[in-house]
């Protein structure tokens, strides 16, 4: 099993990736956003815990957050990995995926960051906002806060996964082909196994 995490600032191109991949590999494909939705639409007692803080504005807490997860993932027993996409987002959810995957005896076999600089997320973002839906995809302050909270507050996750090794960059800004290339550089021979 190859479990991996997807990472970047909003509009980095993260769920174009993990469509790539479901597709090569038959990975199971994990956005925290999609899971809360998915939840909440449902009504179900995790997604009423959960609308309770995102109604205040509040974040999700981790706890809430890591059981979606971990009810997601034995929904899915038999896959051949797992794209985390929108998680881990701080050091101690890092931890707590690590811990949930040691008990599923597997682990997390690299973090893959798409690296992408402001403007261009603005512009993506700018011009998906048509079709998104999303009325904070067509604000370019708004885009920017979000960005440089990324940076500020879940970009350090990258350092927990590089100081065990697992962590790459690859450069996002590229057309999608060329960043699905440099990830199957990265994922394709040990998803093999």
Partial sequence: M????LFGPPGSGKGTQADYLVKQHGFLHI????MFREELSRDTPLGQEARKYMDRGDLVPDEVTIAMLRKRVEQHPDVAGIIFDGFPRTDPQAAELN???????ASINALILLDVDVDTIVQRILGRAATS???DDAKEDVIRTRY????NYTAPVFDFYDRLGLAHRVNGAQSPS?????????VGPAAQD
């Fill in 99 to 105: 811990d949930m995957m040691e008990e599923k005896q």
């Fill in 148 to 151: 440089e909270n990324f940076i």
């Fill in 31 to 34: 956005s925290t956003g999609d």
């Fill in 133 to 135: 839906g999303r009325a």
């Fill in 178 to 186: 060329k960043v699905a290339q440099a990830i199957a550089d990265i």
């Fill in 2 to 5: 190859y479990n991996l995490i």
